[in-house]
């Protein structure tokens, strides 16, 4: 029974394992403490334990080569033979050579890791150029395949789609190989369909951003050229994060026999289907299930819009909206939550259930649905946090002119010029992990937890002392990550005990889930700052998480604007800037990590999303008086399209990954008119090589070359937490030597 995907469908699923085994087993292997037949083992168990789970839920469409050992992109790049020279060259075995891209090797960096669209997902960059080699490797999806058989389960082999995966590598012009590369996806389809796959699904979200025209024509012309191969597997054409516009006339057109759309991120999919009129011999595949957040799905709405898909189409399939890989596995492992949170919760294994139930709703009738949810809890409104967010002027989020503010600092805190300082964390110790466990486990009181703090504390101050930095920090010891460590202080916020989820590669993160009211319960970091403050005389930066980089990481809620709840966030922090400045703390950082990240995919959408972005951070961060100094930190993307915004957040230094990039983000910035203080990376921690005294001093040279000397901060690229205290106390003299070496000129 392959007639399409029955009724029912999910785009993917969460690989790690309920209690991150996959993780556990990856490193135990880097480590060398099992080898590649173990870890094999344990892999196929976890794919094993996905599929009958999926089958027991009486899920119809299965997907297979979901699983990975790192990442989608990586295993798509191995299928099609992108392994660059520089890696085959090793010499390794396939698995070591594949880690090898992944994580790089004594003598070769690994693939460059970067966002996947819109989430907190990272994949690794395919690099591909004029020479690559495209060739067919259809192993893994083929084994992936047999094993499920194996198990009595027939499953959907997913790779990510031709052009999807030239659009997100880089290279000299990536895309240019496109029809080298759909050569190779053609063989891929033929293998598949030798071994008896009847359903393939090819990924394409890019096509849920702005495409050109000759990029939606390509997309087109490969899909054209795809539906031609003979003894194929029918083609399931997957997009995900958003409103297909252009690109879903253009593959209706094509022979693919299923399009996947996204109707939770990208509503406007319906009406463009509903514009294009009836079509004939397709499947629709609705993305009516939100594979991004944790809410239940209203149910009998989703019916509504699956049935108008089925009214338009000749076959209509229920799905998530993207793959489930993006939230926790399990609900039904959280025994702690707040029943009342609990009951409007799925995670991935409650999100199968609700395809299925939607895909029969579709077909007999919403007579079996469950009861929708009651209203929200009376008790999630706070009633202060809305009078007080309805009493918001303008002027709330203003500060006075940057002239006046920079001279009331300046005589406060009589700054060297080109100042030094880092951006918050210091490397996370054995013994500060262990204390924090200890707290958790109730084996250490509150009074021996602060103690400890206190005595890292003051180690931290006492070095940067020594290093003659000029503006310190705490070193953020208490902090387990820097979202988390906010959201289990707030109100309107809930951790989770095993909601973890894939970063990248082995790491997973366990973000919380906003779904009340936001409000602070009392002061949050204070305490930690202040102290510390009571140690040196020079001036030592609070350390607060921005309302966006929270929202970023978090998991949302849905019922009200996001906007509302950044602001909500924001005077949360606003009251803790307050409080931080009387506590005598003068410099406070607000850092915004994420705030590119969640830039909508299309710029019709991106001043929207930018005015409320910016507004939260201005409504957090101006209620100091002018001799306070504010901070903001980016990092981890390209700032091209935020630039304007970034110098809208009127932050009075702005601390920013540069080293990598050359400083070229400099130049942007003082193109677009930013005049206040700028902190660009110029030592690049992301790998724990020591840059030497000369290499920041030519960083430094570069930069004051773009930035007048008074305006230039001097600073690593991002927080030292992953890094050991060897490479950070080296590092940290080479750049204070370095400054100092640069103010004499
Ligand atoms: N203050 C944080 C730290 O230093 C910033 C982290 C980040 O930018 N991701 O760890
Ligand atoms: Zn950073």
Known sequence: MTTAFGQSTVLG??????????????????????????????AARLRAEVWLALRNARLDGIPSNTFSYYDHMLDTAVAVGAIPDRFRRLGLSELDTYFAMARGVDTEPALELTKWFTTNYHYLVPEIDADTVFTANPGKALREYAEARALDVTTRPVLVGPATFLLLSKGDDPFARLDDLVDTYA???????????????????????????????????????????????????ATYFGELGEALPALLDTPVEAIGLDLVAGPGNLRRLAAVGPLRGKTIVAGLVDGHNVWRTDLRAAVTAGATVAGLADNVAVSTSCSLLHVPMDLSTETHLDPQLYERLAFARQKVDEVVQLGKALRDGTAHLPEPLPPLPPAWRRHDVRARLAALSVSDRQRGDYETRAAHQQQRLRLPELPTTTIGSFPQTAEVRRARAELRAGTLDEAGYTARMHAEIARVIRLQEELGLDVLVHGEPERNDMVQYFGEQLDGFAATAHGWVQSYGSRCVRPPIIYGDVARKTPMTVQWSAYAQSLTLKPVKGMLTGPVTILAWSFVRTDQ????????????????????????????????????????????????????????????????????QIHTHL????????????????????????????????????????????????????????????????????????????????????????RGYAEVEASLRHLVAAATEVRAH
Not at 601 to 608: C, E
Not at 660 to 681: H, N, T
Request: charged share 25%; hydrophobic share 45%; aromatic share 6%.
């Open 635 to 722: 990092c981890y993307s390209e700032f091209g399209e935020v630039l304007t915004a970034i110098d809208a957040l009127d932050a009075d230094v702005t601390s920013i990954e540069a080293s990598r990039s050359k400083m070229e983000v400099l130049d942007d910035l003082a193109a677009i008119g930013y005049r206040r203080g700028i902190g660009p990376g110029v030592w690049d921690i992301h790998s724990p090589r020591v840059p030497s005294q000369a290499e920041v001093t030519g960083a430094l040279r570069r930069a004051v070359a773009a930035v007048p000397a008074q305006r230039l901060w001097v600073n690593p690229d991002c927080g030292l937490k992953t």
């Open 13 to 42: 699923y969460p690989r790690i394992g309920t209690d991150r085994e996959l993780k556990k087993a990856v490193e135990a292997y880097w480590a060398g403490t099992i080898d590649a037949t173990a870890l094999e083992k344990t």
């Open 561 to 628: 604007p996001l906007a509302d709840t950044a602001d909500q966030v924001a005077l949360a922090l606003r009251d803790e800037c307050h409080d931080l400045q009387a506590a005598g703390i003068t410099v406070i950082q607000v850092d915004e990590p994420a705030l590119r990240e969640t830039l909508p995919l299309r710029t019709a959408d991106q001043k929207a999303y930018l005015d409320w972005a910016v507004g939260a951070f201005r409504l957090a961060t101006c209620g100091v008086g002018d001799d306070t």
């Open 187 to 237: 063989l891929l389809l033929t293998a598949l369909g030798e071994a008896g796959v009847t359903w393939v699904q090819l990924d394409e979200p890019a096509y849920a951003a702005d495409r050109t025209p000759a990029e939606i024509q390509a997309l087109r012309r490969a899909y054209t050229r795809l539906g031609q191969v003979e003894h194929r597997p029918r083609i399931f054409v």
